[in-house]
């Protein structure tokens, strides 16, 4: 009897929870959690930003001017955020501009569509119109950032990225005191729009900026601009981290600030094996990661930073140099708390020549990945097989159309080039290929079963009969 009052007991309890499980209330339930779980914090949460595109009015050398922004602010916000998070940012566009943002850095993985590039990922987002940007970051750590990509507007629409690793993982360096973005841009005093739309007209290079930009402020350096200085205010003795940001169009720049060593850790969010240099080169829309360790006491000096171009090839350029200051906080009711920052020496750093090419590579050459236990470089190390690719602008061509449509509509010849141990890769061609294409059409390399032949696809039948000649 008592075995089957435990076997009734029992089964009344199944019955209990199987109409708990069939009722309303628990599917809604269930429902809800299964379609949207609790954040794990292992994966990583979902954050949620919002960028307003709108104009707003900023002076600088004395200079005012309706810019397009993000949020009214120049540069932009900041997005934080830690490996394994989903962004969801939701862009409202106020102007009349047509705008699109790109992650400039950001491995889209399954999302492609909101890499943001216009015409490519996506429409650009009209007048009135919003979109919403959604992306996780998988395998990142460091700094990136997002840019307008459409036209120039990235002139003055950007802004950093500044990406954790995972809660409870250490920086592989110890903790700095404080983390400041810096961002490097340009500031022109025309519209950048009309900037590069006057130079596609006629067919030669832009107009230059009218200064380079610390977090956008062109500094003491140039005309009307001493109260438009960045000042990074430290303390004796402490190690900051600094995000650096080329933000600039085109232009790669030398970076020093004097009399102090930087410890480059960081570079595209990716660990690098640490080394010190007293000036770094950083290129267009990358991001590199400095450790500089403030000295033991006050200097008793205004110390400069300091970033101009590095160019080597022909064309305009801006041959500028733009500052910011180092300002150490003082003891206070001390002797340099009442000196006035005007009367202390100012010191600058000695920045490389502008083509000097042989810092440029020796620098380069210190680039070298982490490649620790925990953030391994996985990357193969055997090489299988080589391929050299060659896109040759035929002059007899280029001739012929006028200047402004030369980037545009030029007949190109693709000499494609195939090498695998030193003999040629393709069996139908001894060296190679030199395809004659016509303007106006669609063309697709590719290779048919795997490696054996080079295959081209277009949209015109005229190309199907394109010569084809030994290199």
Known sequence: MQQTRDVTCHSTSEKKGASLLS???FLVFFSLFTLFPLPDPVLGITRHYKFDIKLHNVTRLCHTKSIVSVNGQF??????AREGDQLLIKLVNHVSNNISIHWHGIRQLRSGW???PAYVNHCPIRTGQSYVYNFTIVGQRGTLFWHAHISWLRATVYGPIVILPRRGVPYPFAKPYKEVPINFGEWFNADPEAVISQALQIGGGPNVSDAYTINGLPGPLYNCSAKDTFKLKAKPGKTYLLRLINAALNDELFFSITNHTLTV???????VKPFETETLLITPGQTTNVLLKTKPSYPSATVFMTARPYVTGQGTFDNSTVAGILEY??????LHSSISIKMLPLFKPILPTLNDTSFAANFVSKLRSLASAQFPANVHHKVDKHFFFTVVLEPSHASRIKPAKVLMEPSLQLQSIMRLGGNSFSSRQSRGMVHALPPGSAHQLGFEDGLDCLGWKTSQSEAAASTSRSS
């Open 75 to 80: 540069p932009g916000p900041r997005i934080v």
């Open 114 to 116: 909101a890499d943001g």
């Open 265 to 271: 850790v960081d570079v595209d969010a990716i660990f």
């Open 23 to 25: 009722s309303p209330a």
């Open 329 to 334: 906080e003082s003891p206070p009711n001390s």
